[in-house]
Structures are given as C-alpha cells and as structure tokens.
C-alpha cells in the first residue's frame, strides 16, 4: 500500500511559477515510476508527465514541454513538479500517482497502468 500527499498548489497568474510535491510513504519509493496528471472541470484527466524508477528517464505531454520539469528525491520518497509559465489552460486540478515498476514508453500516458493516485492539488491559473 503506498500513499500519496500533494501539496503545492494555488493560485498564480499568467506566467507565474509553482513547485508542486507529492510525498509517498513507504520504504521501495525508488522502485516506483512517478507521473503527475491533471483535470480540468469538464475535461477528462491528461497525463503530464513521468519519470522512471531512477530519474534518469521522463516523458513530458507536449502542451508542457519547456515548461515543467518533474524531478525525484529518492531519499526523500518526494516527487516534484515544477511549473514555470504557467498558462490558463494549466488550470486543473493536478494527481500524482506511482506504478510499482518500469512502464514501457507505450502505457506511460495510460492513468490505469498506475496503481496509487493522490488526492489532488488545486492549480489555478489567472489571465
């Protein structure tokens, strides 16, 4: 069983930044792959981006590239967002979640290849 606690979120405006972080308990966090995803109200849920067991591999969505960059502290069971430019559209409501594991580059977009979700951190872009 592993839990997740995001934090980090808020309020920012247009082309702002925030750090988000999602701590998880348990003592293997480094073998986890990591992912943060989003909703928005009335959207489905979308990936964000991933990052492999070591941090040495990460997928990003393209509406984030060059702009968030998701990084891990294994010795601190912490994964990281950080959001820079942030854009209207970047508002949702933003999930972590882990996959115990590898994920092959062809399921790392899918949310049900991933086994533990967050609760979630507000994200609010201003225009």
């Known amino acids: 069983q592993v839990q997740l606690v995001e934090s980090g979120g808020g309020l920012v405006q247009t082309g702002g930044s925030l750090r988000l972080s999602c701590a998880a308990s348990g003592r293997t966090f480094s073998a986890y792959s990591m992912a943060w995803f989003r909703q928005a109200p009335g959207k489905e849920r979308e990936f964000v981006v991933a990052?492999?067991?070591?941090?040495?591999?990460?997928n990003y969505a393209d509406s984030v590239k060059g702009r968030f960059t998701i990084s891990r502290d294994n010795a601190k069971n912490t994964v990281y967002l950080q959001m820079n430019s942030l854009k209207p559209e970047d508002t949702a409501v933003y999930y972590c979640a882990v996959k115990y594991g590898g994920i092959t580059i062809a399921a790392v977009t899918r949310g049900d290849v991933y086994g533990y979700w967050g609760q979630g951190t507000q994200v609010t872009v201003s225009s």
């Open positions: 990052i492999s067991m070591s941090g040495a591999t990460t």
